[in-house]
């Protein structure tokens, strides 16, 4: 499946891995990378030590390109922009930030430059600043989330940029993958999924949490309070996190407090009563834990099958 990323990253198939806090590491991403997808190491919490480790042990369990994601407000990020300099991963994705300084050094390295963008203004914005592509991702996803929804950044987003539009937000199936490369997308990122890949060293009492829930399962927190959204499946620390944010007692501090530490909690250590499990909407679709291999090709499979069904809407004269 030839697109514009698949050129751009050279790769076989338009999925990258997202980058997902904690469980995102050589491992699962060399297992992606592969399958003919490519993946992300997510470097968020992460030190200059650890990242480079990673990095290099990610080439030696592949040799297919992958990249890294940066978090633009990480304390220590000049420290792992050299890093990631030194090391040269194929690509590098960006957040949490303002991406354009940070384009021409990695590009002068041989460094794809792919930042994660949340609006059309900005889209424009990146791309006259010389970006290889960008993300664009709806507040269906799990984590840290935005304010508009996936079909709306695909209807503001795809006819004004020239550059490839990569979609994220709750795609987990091949269907997803056909509506966006239909809609002109050139790619999707995928983390949920990924999520049970066998190679994710996320603990199995989040993936069986995930598998348990259905599509009504999970919640936004910070919103109501303006910290910034994150979405989880519903728990007791979700509970009790949106009833401290509508109290009018507890203070921004003691939110902040609160959460801190809760994602590693669910993730690394398995606690999903008080720790997140961020994870994105399409819950019903996730459902089984299988290797990263056998969910690339099945999401492929099922977008031919997809687009393929499409065609038959077009009367053929």
């Not at 991406?99 to 914005?125: C, D, H, M, N, W």
């Not at 060293?201 to 927190?221: C, F, G, L, P, R």
């Not at 949106?242 to 809760?262: L, N, Y």
Request: hydrophobic share 45%; charged share 20%; aromatic share 4%.
């Amino acid at each position: 499946m030839k697109t514009k990323l698949t050129e751009l990253l050279n790769i076989e198939y338009p999925i990258i891995q997202g980058a997902m806090a904690w469980v995102s590491e050589a491992t699962l991403v060399a297992a992606v990378a592969n399958a003919g997808a490519t993946g992300v190491i997510a470097l968020g919490g992460r030190d200059a030590d650890w990242t480079r480790n990673e990095i290099r042990a990610c080439k030696e369990l592949t040799d297919k390109p992958f990249g890294v994601n940066l978090m633009l407000m990480a304390p220590n990020k000049d420290e792992l922009v050299d890093v990631i300099i030194e090391e040269k991963p194929a690509f590098v994705t960006l957040g949490a930030g303002n991406p354009t300084p940070y384009i021409k050094p990695f590009q002068e390295a041989g460094i794809k430059v792919i930042p994660v963008v949340p609006s059309l203004k900005l889209a424009k914005r990146i791309q006259d600043a010389g970006a290889d592509a960008i993300v664009v991702e709806g507040m269906e996803a799990g984590g840290h989330i935005g304010s508009q929804t996936t079909m709306s950044l695909m209807e503001n987003i795809l006819p004004e940029i020239d550059i490839p539009v990569v979609v994220a937000g709750s795609i987990v199936d091949g269907r997803g993958l056909a509506a966006a490369l239909l809609m002109g997308a050139e790619g999707v990122q995928m983390g949920s999924r990924f999520l049970l890949a066998e190679e994710c060293k996320a603990h199995q009492n989040m993936k069986e949490a995930i598998i348990k829930a259905t599509d009504t399962d999970s919640v936004v927190t910070g919103l109501l309070s303006g910290h910034g959204g994150v979405r989880s499946l519903r728990s007791d620390f979700t509970d009790r996190y949106i009833a401290a944010e509508t109290d009018g007692v507890t203070t921004k501090e003691e939110r902040s407090k609160m959460s801190q530490g809760t994602n590693k909690l669910a993730a690394i250590d398995g606690d999903v009563v008080n720790g997140a499990v961020q994870v994105g909407q399409a819950l019903n679709r996730l459902n089984a834990i299988e290797p990263a291999q056998a969910i690339v090709h099945s999401v492929i499979n099922e977008a031919i099958m997809a687009i393929r069904k499409a065609q038959r809407f077009i009367e053929v004269i």
